[in-house]
């Protein structure tokens, strides 16, 4: 059963600063990661997909990066903002079985940056 | 292009009450998804549609939890009777799906807030 872990739950930055944020999951047989954004009473917005070909995917500010052997991505912001702030979620895409095609989510990091 | 459509965006009920919600995906995507999430959690799959074709709902609670997604484009997730413990976030999200071995992007809609009292 694949499990995906987010740490850590919190995290609150000086706005300008560059940060890290962090995703692991148990099983590497996946066909893609996404990063999503949730604000408060929203839904999920999508940030960036990584096929499990590649390694890593840009989108302005943002860089995730996917390391399957090791089960981990992380997800960079550069010169962080106050409208940075959300929670973020990774989600991985189950490849064999019964899973096929499943997408398992991680309970996310809350950011939050100060202006 | 209009996104992932929801409805109702909240919804208070009394506990045993029937309730259900409405999801309009993405126009031409085959995979439609219902999810619910709990606070301070991530979404959790109740049921996974390729087309008209259930094809996960092991997460789906059968005694209480119904779904349909009739022709392969709408879908509704029923809940009846109602429980305390099923006041959630419900979240429907859709994808165009498997295209050459890849897994493409989930778009979510704005979800509905259940609440059971």
């Known amino acids: 059963k694949q499990e995906v872990t987010q740490i850590p739950a919190a995290l609150s930055v000086p706005e300008g600063e560059n940060l890290v944020l962090n995703c692991s999951f148990t099983d590497s047989a996946i066909y893609n990661l996404q990063w999503f954004r949730q604000d408060p009473g929203k839904g999920l917005t999508s940030l960036l997909l990584?096929?499990?070909?590649?390694r890593e995917q840009t989108s302005g500010r943002l860089n995730a990066s996917l390391d399957k052997s090791s089960g981990r991505s992380t997800l960079y912001i550069a010169a962080s903002q106050p409208g940075d702030s959300a929670t973020y979620l990774c989600?991985?895409?189950?490849?064999?079985?019964?899973?096929?095609?499943?997408?398992?989510f991680g309970d996310g990091t809350t950011l939050t940056v100060k202006p | 292009e209009a996104g992932v459509v929801q409805s109702p965006r909240y919804k208070i009920i009394e506990k045993k009450q029937p309730v259900a919600f409405w999801c309009n995906p993405i126009s031409g995507h085959n995979t439609l998804y219902w999810y619910l999430q709990n606070l301070g959690q991530g979404p959790e799959l109740l049921i996974r549609?390729?087309?008209?074709?259930?094809?996960?709902d092991s997460q789906l609670p059968k005694d209480r939890f119904s779904a349909e997604r009739l022709k392969g484009v709408d879908s509704t997730l029923k809940i009846q009777p109602a429980e305390l413990g099923d006041s959630a976030v419900y979240l429907c999200?859709?994808?165009?799906?498997?295209?050459?071995?890849?897994?493409?992007?989930?778009?979510f809609g704005p979800g509905t807030r259940l609440t059971v009292l």
């Open positions: 549609y390729e087309n008209e074709e259930a094809v996960d």
């Open positions: 989600a991985v895409a189950s490849k064999y079985n019964t899973n096929a095609g499943k997408s398992t």
């Open positions: 990584i096929q499990s070909s590649q």
């Open positions: 999200a859709s994808s165009p799906g498997l295209a050459g071995g890849f897994y493409n992007e989930q778009f």
